[in-house]
């Protein structure tokens, strides 16, 4: 959540996180993770993300004697959470004038696409406000603007990939500090 964060701060967006996020409509009052405030999207003025991580392994499964425990999922399992996220989120948000979207990850590193697309945006505009930055606002079309905004994404990406790994190893609760070896036991 907080390296999504600091990608759209890079990008320029003023941003919100934790319980700084815009709430949702009085009655539900649910709230995302990460705001975008004045993100430009037609007819709202802030774009609220909700993170979720989601497990590609079935797990505590009681359908058929919990056989399926521990297999893997099938199924498009990060469009399911992105169906439940926003049937839980979108229209409350809606009401109040903000876009909202998700960023489901799994623990095996993928994105979905949805989120991927939203990568390419903060890249994309990274890029051009780099462009406009260094004064070259000529070859905004070029090619090297297009390579610049694929290594900015390809940043963007890595950068989300990493903070996946992160979480997972902090979840299980694994040394992510240190690569030295266990210390051995003298007798």
Known sequence: MHVLAQLAHNTGYSVRINHKVSTTAVASNRQGDVELVNFGLDGYNNLVIDVSICCDHIGNSTVNNKHLNGKMHTKDYLQARVGVKNRRYKDDYAAVGTAFATAIVSVAGQIHPKFLRLLWVLADKQTR?????????????????????ARTFSFNKNSIGKAI??????????????????SCLSS
């Open 129 to 149: 406000n780099y462009y406009a930055l260094i004064s070259v606002e000529e070859q905004m079309g070029s090619e090297a603007l297009t390579w610049s905004r």
């Open 165 to 182: 790994a992160y979480a997972i190893a902090t979840r299980l609760h694994l040394s992510v500090h240190s690569t030295a070896p266990p």
